[in-house]
């Protein structure tokens, strides 16, 4: 048993928007949907501050499904479509799926959406097709500023994964991705106050996202 999730160093993150490229290059979701969106959030006037550069901040902000503790989407399928998976991710039985879409109604973050041509509701299966096979999702492997670590939350997020940096310019691509770097040993140094998480609606989400003091966590 485990119990996957993301975690996204926002301090990091560029907003670069490879984690939604890969996504939907990977997933083949169709044009003018997305399993990730990445948000901008900001320019505010820093504590303090006059409001105008320098004196502002905004980070970016990759959303997707939370693949939440105690999801709603999951209590309100009539047909079990939607449910948790062994491995903690929310899936979605699409053989089972009737497009009825309740439980993109029930999601708090509106990270569903209906497939009209196949008419069943899709969303970030956090590539649970990588993921069985001992792979990172996507978007954690291409993030190309390293703001993105997978991992077994029981096994504690400092141990989260992401694809090693090369060590020189002749490191081979093969190579980078087979070689994993844990959070803790990767990323400045955080507390347990950095860690964030979208606003609980009772359904306890899963993905978390890391902003340290200086920068102060808006949605």
């Known amino acids: 048993m485990s119990n996957y999730a993301i975690i996204t160093d926002l301090n990091r993150c560029t907003g670069c928007l490879a984690c ?49 503790e105690n999801p709603e989407c999951v209590k309100v399928c009539p047909t079990e479509a939607s449910h948790v998976a062994a491995d903690g991710t929310i899936q979605i039985d699409k053989d089972k799926c009737i497009g009825c879409q309740f439980c993109a109604m029930a999601c708090p973050y509106g990270v569903r959406y209906l497939n009209e041509e196949e008419r069943v509701v899709e969303k970030c299966t956090l590539c649970e097709q990588r993921i069985s096979q001992g792979e ?25 994964e992401a694809p090693a940096h090369p060590d020189s310019p002749g490191c081979q691509y093969d190579e980078m991705t087979k070689t994993r770097v844990k959070l803790k040993d990767y990323v400045e140094a955080f507390t347990e106050n950095d860690i964030h998480h979208l606003t609980n609606k009772g359904n306890d989400p899963k993905i978390m996202y890391l902003l340290r003091e200086g920068r102060k966590w808006r949605e």
């Open 20 to 68: 939604t490229v890969a996504c939907k290059a990977i997933n083949g979701v169709d044009v003018g949907n997305f399993w990730i969106k990445t948000l901008r959030v900001g320019p505010h006037p820093i504590e303090g501050g006059s409001g105008t550069y320098p004196d502002v901040e905004m980070y970016f902000l990759p959303v997707q499904c939370q693949h939440c």
């Open 136 to 160: 990172l999702p996507q978007c954690v492997a291409q993030c190309g500023a390293r703001a993105r670590f997978f991992g077994d939350l029981d096994q504690g997020v400092a141990n989260f």
